[in-house]
């Protein structure tokens, strides 16, 4: 566990807002279109959510807040201004050194709500580009051309954002190394600071998913596994080339401005959701927010009913929301960990990150010697050229990081 100068725990904050202007071909997040009074109540449920962890984090200090999606730039930026304000009221924040992202799209910003992301204390900003290409971004169903997003990334350092990551999406239908190049080089180009660069996954449920079905005429547009890692190689050469380190397997940035929020998941430390589907993970449990949005919003409301409490007063009036709702009416898959779940975490998540895991932070969580639970495994992966081993520190090799989902797989003890 870490703990701040203050000695309180660090806490990273995820905030859900599952609406986009429209789903994206290849989507299957929690997010869809919805109606001006559908965002109006959701936004007040969140704000009942916030406030429901009223004196009830007092031992921990939030060190990263991310606005995901969904598309949070979709709404109106008030209304991320006041869930900032909630979130102040209810949280000890690290003011001096936070860290809060917020994901955007192109197409649905301009300067003021950019100014008003900034006003609202975001100064990291995550724009969901996926290509340079505008062929590509029109078969992924993008509402966005390449030219939108240039726009609006010049908006973002006028304004004076100096944090910025772009997210990329490889190993499209029909995509060459050469297009895939080009979007590196043009995107290199703007130095953003960071860059997310993801293998497209075809998932259920998405129109992608019946149109490159195996038995489908466009399923050979499809890159095949060799060509998959060609683009992997080539992300990491020209990317490093460029400045940018690796630090976790699809995500690079120029040294210091990796992404904290994130890093926080890949190094287990604790981690709370608020709003629709979110997930957190604090002291050894996991859980889940409820999916279905109307409960979602229903949910509080009722609540609110039974102990007559004013949500007008509250949510409209200037002063602290005197109400408490408990949070766990919106918990479904609630999971305590095991030791041996915690010990398979640690290592195929810290895996994940460039810099490795460490024996002695194993020992220290564990008190057990890693080796003791997982010398075989260990030495067996260095055997295969998998894993390096590095004094206290693991580390995938290039090898191992090709086959790294294999990898992972053994350290689950219910595969051994
Ligand atoms: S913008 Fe993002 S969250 Fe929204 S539909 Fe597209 S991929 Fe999904």
Request: aromatic share 12%.
């Amino acid at each position: 566990m870490t703990f701040n100068q203050s000695n309180k725990k660090d806490l990273g904050l995820y905030i859900h807002i599952p609406f986009c202007v429209k789903k994206c071909d290849y989507c299957d997040f929690l997010s869809a279109p919805a109606s001006q009074n559908e965002i109006e109540a959701y936004f007040e449920a969140l704000f009942r959510e916030i406030h429901s962890y009223r004196n009830r984090m007092d031992e921990y200090m939030v060190r990263s807040i991310f606005f995901g999606g969904g598309t949070p730039s979709s709404v109106d930026a008030d209304y991320i201004y006041k869930t900032m304000e909630q979130i102040k009221q209810v949280f000890t924040i690290d003011e001096n050194n936070l860290e809060a992202s917020i994901e955007v799209n192109p197409g649905t910003l301009n300067r003021d709500k950019l100014t008003r992301y900034l006003d609202s204390g975001m100064n990291r900003i995550s724009f969901g580009l996926q290509s340079v290409n505008n062929e590509e971004l029109k078969l992924l169903g993008r509402i966005h051309t390449f030219e939108q997003f240039l726009e609006n990334y010049k908006l973002a350092r006028e304004v004076g954002f100096c944090n910025i990551n772009i997210d990329l999406m490889s190993a499209l239908p029909g995509q060459t190394l050469d297009s895939w190049e080009y979007t590196l080089n043009t995107v290199m180009e703007l130095r953003p600071e960071h860059i997310s660069a993801y293998s497209l996954i075809i998932e259920e449920n998405t129109i992608f998913y019946d149109r490159y079905r195996p038995d489908s005429m466009y399923y050979d547009e499809l890159p095949d596994e060799e060509m998959d890692r060609l683009i992997y190689h080539k992300t990491k050469e020209r990317l490093q080339e460029g400045g940018y380190h690796r630090y976790e397997i699809s995500n690079y940035a120029r040294t210091g401005y990796e992404c904290r929020h994130n890093s926080s998941y890949w190094v287990g430390k604790d981690y709370l959701g608020i709003g629709l589907g979110s997930s957190s993970f604090i002291n050894g449990i996991r859980w889940s927010n409820l999916r279905e949005i109307d409960q979602y919003i229903s949910l509080f409301s009722k609540q609110i009913d039974q102990r007559n409490a004013s949500w007008e007063k509250s949510f409209h009036g200037d002063a602290a929301m005197d109400w408490i709702n408990d949070p766990m009416a919106l918990r479904q898959d609630i999971q305590r960990l095991t030791e041996k779940e915690r010990m398979e975490e640690f290592m195929y998540l810290g895996l994940r990150m460039s810099s490795g895991v460490s024996k002695v932070d194993f020992q220290k969580r564990f008190a057990l010697a890693m080796d003791e639970v997982y010398g075989k495994v260990l030495e067996d992966l260095k055997e295969k050229k998998l894993i390096n081993i590095c004094g206290d520190y693991i580390r995938l090799t290039e090898y191992g990081t090709d086959i790294s989902n294999r990898v992972f797989a053994e350290f689950l003890f219910d595969t051994e």
